[in-house]
Nanobody, 122 residues
Framework: QVQLVESGGGLVRAGGSLRLSCAASGSIDSINAMGWYRQAPGKQRELVARITDGGSTNYADSVKDRFTISSDNAKKMVHLQMNNLKPEDTGVYYC????????????????WGQGTQVTVSS
């Protein structure tokens, strides 16, 4: 059974920094991509940043030049360094992973973590 466990959320003042981490466990053969999504109260979940197994990244326009995503495929971990945080970055941040399973013919499945709260005060 695959699990994603996030850590690193919390309360920070505007302009501050936080680092989120996500660790995947289970019988994963390889990683297709991992990333972070967030959901603010009353809003839809949105992509924050994503990194592929080849190291390609993409970011939401609102976080470019402030957030950096990185991964350690050997450890099945992904990190999100968030700098110069703004109140509008407040929300629940969810780790997302797309993994391949050889016992499923190489099929890719998507998993979500339970989320970690990030609150940025003004």
């Amino acid at each position: 059974q695959v699990q994603l466990v996030e850590s690193g959320g919390g309360l920070v003042r505007a302009g501050g920094s936080l680092r989120l981490s996500c660790a995947a466990s289970g019988s994963i053969d390889s990683i297709n991509a991992m990333g972070w999504y967030r959901q603010a109260p009353g809003k839809q979940r949105e992509l924050v940043a994503r990194i592929t197994d080849g190291g390609s990244t993409n970011y939401a326009d609102s976080v470019k030049d402030r957030f950096t995503i990185s991964s350690d495929n050997a450890k099945k971990m992904v990190h999100l360094q968030m700098n110069n945080l703004k109140p509008e970055d407040t929300g629940v941040y969810y780790c997302n992973g797309k993994f391949r399973f050889s016992n499923m013919g190489g099929a890719t499945f998507q998993y979500w973590g339970q989320g970690t709260q990030v609150t940025v005060s003004s």
